[in-house]
């Protein structure tokens, strides 16, 4: 049950396409009791996830003159320009959908602290888990 719910966040919070909301609500409602270990776990693999993209960011700079690397020059410095526009806490749209990812991804190209990374993140990541918990349970 853990695995299952640690992999989908993981993922979810990585480049490629998952979901771990519907996991999440799946196994709260098959396992009210252990809500709070599985709002943990699911933050856990969806922040790690989140720190995989930030360290692909890290890398992926000494790259990015490459004519096979996969974001061109104009959209990375428009994403650099947004980041730098709005800052780190822009990191705290990490858990929206379709831009979220692309933030960690900016914040490593960008040299964000890991630790302010981690902080921010784990904010984010944690409140969408808790909301879902909450809309799962009723709780209001």
Do not use: C, H
């Not at 990585?14 to 009791?33: G, H, N």
């Not at 890398?59 to 526009?85: M, S």
Request: proline letters at 4%; glycine letters at 8%; hydrophobic letters at 55%.
């Amino acid at each position: 049950m853990y695995i299952s719910l640690f992999i989908s966040a993981f993922l979810a919070a990585t480049i490629l396409p998952a979901q771990s909301e519907a996991v999440l609500a799946y196994q709260i409602s098959a396992a009210p009791d252990e809500i709070v270990m599985l709002i943990a776990i699911a933050t856990f693999g969806n922040v790690l996830g989140a720190v995989v993209n930030w360290g692909l960011g890290m890398f992926a700079t000494r790259y990015r003159d490459r004519a096979w690397f996969p974001v061109g020059r104009d959209k990375l410095e428009k994403a650099e320009g947004r980041y730098r526009k709005f800052g780190r806490y822009s990191l705290l749209l990490s858990w929206v959908p379709f831009i979220g990812d692309p933030i960690t991804v900016v914040a490593g190209v960008l040299r964000e602290p890991l630790w302010s990374f981690l902080v921010l993140v784990t904010i984010a990541k944690s409140s969408r888990y808790i909301i879902i918990s909450m809309l799962v349970t009723g709780v209001t």
